[in-house]
């Protein structure tokens, strides 16, 4: 009997210990939430933008609050591209007690996810949700990236000074905010500047047969093609127009800057154009050693190298995803505690110039004041710098 007490108290004694230690533990550390696709059409750009966070947490793993250093734990839940499924990654991340939250790739999750978040008041830093739904009528949703008004604008203009079209045809994915919102910008821009749409179609989700809309292309001779879809649909289209030899320039947004469009590409004469937010031979501020930086770290991490598509091509979105775990990391310092309104009142007031990105701050609806673009080529494998682009 006296041996089972004895037991019986290093056991309780032990979970006391242990108990102890994981409170403290708890207590000691800050959850960042990121909230982006790790599976589904938007699955690969998902995770080079989870690579861009996952870097800049390697670089700065801790924040200091008060004196106290608390170490930054990233709580990754994967919304699978689908607005349903946005849903309850959303709802784990507010029961999660995250300080913050970083995402999506893709807007229409991000939009799904918002109300949650802003019923939570919880803050949320969108990395490349281009759709101005995403913050409209939510001061607790941010975002480090430019907006499709702007973005269709750019490749409107881009259509009209580069590749000197006069007609575009324009093709997007029904029920797709993000698709359907940047096809109705560049329509309305392009339109602006004395150009003529000669077809504006949607495919609906999980169409793999595109050469009916390819040849619609071709019929109505359109100079360029504008299909802002998501990057699966893309490989699709971008093969298939090589299968039917068209020479229509294809033009998209950010969302095809992805080694799945280059890697489609490479060996065909199709041209393809994309806007973006970054290009890795920028050699400019911090943006220089952040290329060299995340290089090495992909190439020192195998399963870091294969979710970047199984190379160290700097995606704009990694350079997005490092800049908003920053900014997080700034604003919970500023605002001094985790809660939520606190959190959020710092980003009101946010301004910083030291970012990959170039400078930062936001404006009464959370958005990221920006002013240019980068147009790339998909070319061999990889994407080539054409020119910075302005409205």
Not at 77 to 106: E, F, P, R
Not at 168 to 173: D, E, G, Q
Not at 249 to 272: H, M, R, Y
């Amino acid at each position: 009997m006296k041996n089972k007490a004895l037991l019986f108290l290093l056991v309780a004694a032990f979970l006391c210990i242990f108990v102890s230690c994981s409170k403290k533990a708890s207590e000691d550390t800050i959850k960042i939430g990121v909230f982006e696709p790790q599976s589904g059409d938007n699955g690969a750009g998902g995770k080079q933008e989870v690579l861009g966070i996952e870097y800049a947490n390697s670089i700065r793993p801790t924040v200091t609050i008060g004196g106290k250093t608390y170490k930054i734990e990233l709580d990754i839940q994967d919304n699978q591209s689908s607005t349903d499924k946005a849903v309850s990654a959303a709802q784990q991340l507010v029961a999660d007690k995250c300080a913050i939250v970083l995402g999506s790739y893709g807007s229409g999750v991000s939009i799904a996810a918002g109300s949650y978040f802003k019923d939570a008041k919880l803050p949320a830093i969108g990395v490349s949700c281009t759709n101005s739904a995403v913050t409209a009528g939510n001061d607790y949703y941010f975002r480090v990236c430019f907006l499709d008004p702007f973005q269709g604008s750019v490749m409107a203009s881009f259509a009209r000074e580069e590749c000197k079209a006069q007609k575009a045809y324009v093709l997007s994915m029904l029920g797709d905010d993000y698709t359907v919102g940047l096809a109705k910008n560049f329509v309305s821009a392009f339109k602006s500047m004395g150009g003529t749409i000669v077809g504006d179609e949607t495919f609906v989700e999980g169409t793999s047969d595109f050469s009916s809309y390819l040849q619609n292309a071709v019929d109505s001779g359109a100079d360029v093609i504008f299909s802002p879809s998501a990057i699966t649909y893309a490989a699709l289209i971008i093969k298939q127009a090589a299968t039917k030899n068209i020479s229509i320039p294809i033009l998209s947004g950010d969302t095809w800057e992805s080694s799945v469009i280059s890697d489609a590409q490479n060996g065909t004469n199709i041209k393809v154009y994309c806007s973006t937010f970054f290009d890795e031979n920028d050699t400019s501020g911090p943006a220089k050693s952040f290329v060299t930086g995340f290089k090495d770290y992909i190439n020192k991490n195998s399963t870091a190298k294969t979710n970047n598509g199984g190379n160290d091509i700097v995606a704009a979105v990694s350079a997005l995803g490092f800049d908003a775990y920053n900014v997080a990391c700034d604003a919970i310092e500023k605002a001094g505690k985790t809660d939520g309104e606190a959190i959020r009142d710092a980003l009101v007031s946010y301004s910083g110039d030291n970012f990959v990105t170039g400078s930062l701050s936001f404006d009464v609806n959370g958005d990221a004041k920006k002013s240019t673009a980068y147009i790339k080529q998909a070319v061999n494998g990889g994407f080539s710098f054409v020119k910075v682009q302005s409205i």
